[in-house]
């Protein structure tokens, strides 16, 4: 083979080239393990989360899961947050919101000065009116049975707050606006909120020319009326760009597309690995987190998740909680562990139909419901502490449950009363089908103790349990009549009430309809005075164990862990966990 | 043949639209999509369910929601075709996105898992086939048969307790006892008796020579602080060298062959001079440099081999370039050693270098060394727990080809013509006893791709297992079918290698055209 010149000298300034490709830019070996936390003086934690991230939209559909709704938490601040006694705390460092009128019921939100996104970008009129767009739901029209209309923003909340207001005004300098209720609407604390969406990015990604047009395009465009559907071609890109633009599991190179608005700002992201937050040093509208530096590893394996803090590459762990999760953990030295109960507790239900048509068979059957047994087979190993739920509306440790459950006659049912059972029974030998999970063996262990118990009271019992992948479509069914399973109870607000009380509600499987409860449910979602709520809600929970609904049986519990080093961590059962007071985190 | 290829190739599209419509259908109705959705008392349920309904275009009956898929996925197995369409994972992100990195991770951990398992494998398995029924032979099969029968969590849990936990605190105060050094060497000196064969007196001087050699080994670490600032430096470089090139001649040209053993020990002299050369190069390196600088190593080694000359050339430059990628490896190994400090002592990694979890140490910067040595310590102790339980498979299916050719007619006729004994089993047993392993090999890499499912959970990685997993609890069906595809493609296509690798390596079998 014969190579010309060219191709001879070519091919020697490509290899040379290669070669010299090969070496490093910067002199290596010089100055490793100097990097990152360099300038830090507050510190860094590495904290194990179950999920990957894959969205800096969390309110979205797609980007409804808890991870990305934790980095919205730590990324953006608000004019509220909930705190580990489930309370809701203003954060006037934000901004200021307050009822202006109680009829019609007129809600003024102000942003304070100075509060801008981590681009200078300031959070006003556009960041306003956008979430209140996405969060109302005004310009939808879509209507499911006819098959026509749009729904614009496939925004994961609820929409039944918002959507009784009207399009709102907005003052001059563009940083207060103000709702205006149809209605008096019970939960208006946590009705708003700044999403994690800038209206700015949002505009000019939707096609607009600024956000002074997007501001424009919500005042000017249509409201939404499922009887008459229109095109809105200009909000339909808007909301597109919204739904889809911020989902990612890389960092994005456009930065718009994760700015901050709170105390920490997404620094870095390996896919399906690691994420790492920085301060934003813009930020000074709230409370000061004390570290520097916040990584996020997804571990999804509880076991993996011990191990890496036994062996220091996390700090804090967030592992599904079981019995062998907590022994292992308590055979570690130098960690702290953290307990307490979730928001999910386990009840069961018993239909107002059938067998159960008589209240008495009713109340004779939550007679021998071992409730204690129940907890101390289920969650004894967890919390050797624990007790039963005795409320089906509060939560364990809010202060309506305190107030609740001395006057909502869960007293009763307290230990199972087998004679009394018996005597409401009267001879007879009603035949209950239980139905329930027959894959989680927390309910199947929760069926058996109910079971032998019932048939001590002359019940005779019928196994209806259901693989997992059917039970859930048998709710609500008829094809039993009772049934075990769990609640995700919102933690604040009592808008989920009706939801489940109500008389023919989407979620009331059990045919519940009593016209005392209902009238204080219809009450309940138009009072905004707390104290009037926790009443009314502790009437609906009273007439719940009276008329015999069923009975709650316990919370779950969660487990949280951490090295003795982070201080500052406490229990929180909602929806953020251990995350609620990452500013108040340090470590010695 | 070609047409062999032909027949085979379309077969494999009409299983994989078979195979690809049942796991889809078994997928859809394999759970409930939205069971989490059901039991919420969220006040906006109803909504929260159409939407995942529209997400997951459940109104659409499975069996149409396959077609509707498949028409977008065949659009990526048609070579020229329109874009590639596998669709969205139920969080938004195109699968096609998340399988390229998936595969990456997957790549990444077994990769090293199963050369070493082939490599060592064969090796064991060749071994104990020549020391048929020896103690060694029954050591080694207790030990292949011990790990193939664990179960990989457990394994991966004792490895990150002992391997990874202890070892790191071990790290903090590196103090080897009397006792331990002690059960070092006792354990050396068992290892030494298995191996070896001939009379007691003989194998027990060996378990003496095995117990000293440990015992002394770990002592002198010990003293020196090696595990804290461990390397080899030239000395021991160039004695490994002189013994790896000492090895390699015996085994591939036989130490008969002085032209062969000169090739190997001149290209060791001109690896010690290089071993200082390089240094400075080497402390710019990146990967492309330590590829280049391996082919010119491997290269020299030809190179020497060639202009020693002699009656067969092939045989010195086999063994000088061997030698010589050999002792190049060593000198890499000794450059990442010396990273080792700067690495340890890297606040990201904090004096605890072995991890349970992940791939990388986030935010650790550092030059090529050192990140090299992240990955290391985080490949691990995955590598070993996946290569232990594939150990097995590899060394009794070697062990048994082995033993079924030293058993054939040629062998015989080989040794009657007065071979020797190195030039029987390594030219005529060892070669053939490795046809069948083709199978094997090409099999298992394909199931490289398909991903480690349980291992990938509990260190923590994201590779196809996991995304698989993952999605089939969540019945999204995008990307389990995405896993699936590549999987079923790789397989079909190896199966398909493997049997054309058979037909070439053995030529008494033709494939039927």
Redesign the interface.
Known sequence: MRFGRTSKAVGVAAIAA??L????ES???ED??????GEASGGAV?VAEVN?F??FNSD????N?DINSKVSYLTHQDFYYVNDALEVIRNEEFGTYEVTSEDPLTVAYTVNEGVAWSDGEPIDAGDLLLSWAVQSGYFDDEN?DAETGTTYF?Y?????GLGLTSLPEISEDGRTMTLEYSEPYADYEIAFGILDTPAHVVATGGGLADEDALVELIQTAPAGDPESPEDRPELQTVAEYWN?AF???TLPSDPALYLSSGPYVVQ?M?????M?LVRNEDYAWGPEPALD?I?I?????A??QV??L????VDIVQPQASADTLASLEAIDGIQILEGEELSFDHIDLNYSGVFEDENVRRAFMYTIPRDSIVESVIGPLDPEAEPRNSQIFDIGTEGYDAAVPVNGSEEFAEPNIEEATRLLDGATPEVRIMYNADNPNRVDAYTLIAESAEQAGFTVVDGGLP???W??A?GGGTYDATI??????GVGV??VP??YGCDS??NFNGFCDEEAQAAMDELIVTIDPAEQQELSITVDTRLFETGYGLPLFQSIGINAADEAVQGLTFNPGLVGVWWNFWEWSVA | MLTYIVRRLIAAVLILFGASFLVYILTAYSGDPLADLRQSNAPNREQLIQQRIDLLDLDVPPILRYFSWVSGAVRCVVPFALTCDLGNSVTGIEVTQLLGRAMGQTIMLVTAATILAIVIGITLGIVTALRQYSGLDYGVTFMAFLFFSLPVFWVAVLLKEFGAIGFNNFLSEPNISFFATMVCGLVAAFLFYLSTSGALKRRLLWAAIGFAFAFGLVWFLDLVGWFLTPGFGLIVVALLSVGIAYGVTLLTAGLKNRKALYSSLIVVAIGIVAYFAVQPLLDRGTLLMVVLLGIATVLVGLVVGYFMGGYDRRQNMTAAGLTAFLMGFLILLDRFMQAWPAYFNNNRVNGRPIATIGASTPNLEGDFWVRGLDTYTHLLLPTIALMLISLAGYSRYSRASMLEIMNQDYIRTARAKGLGERTVVMRHAFRNALIPLATLVAFDIGALIGGAIITEQVFAFSGMGQLFVQALGRQDLNPVMGVFLITGIVALVFNLVADLVYSVLDPRVRVKA
């Open positions: 290669l070669a490709s090969a070496c490093a002199g290596g070996g490793p393990g100097t990097g990152g936390e590495t990957p894959t969205s979205s559909a797609t980007g899961v499911p496939a994961a909340g609820a929409t039944d889809t989902d990612t599991t870095d390996t896919p399906d690995q690691s790492t530096e990584t590893r997804y571990i999804g394996d076991n993996a191990q890496a036994q062996n220091g590459e997992g992948n059917e859930g479509a709710l399973f769990g609640w995700v109870s919102p808008n989920g939801q489940l989407a979620s």
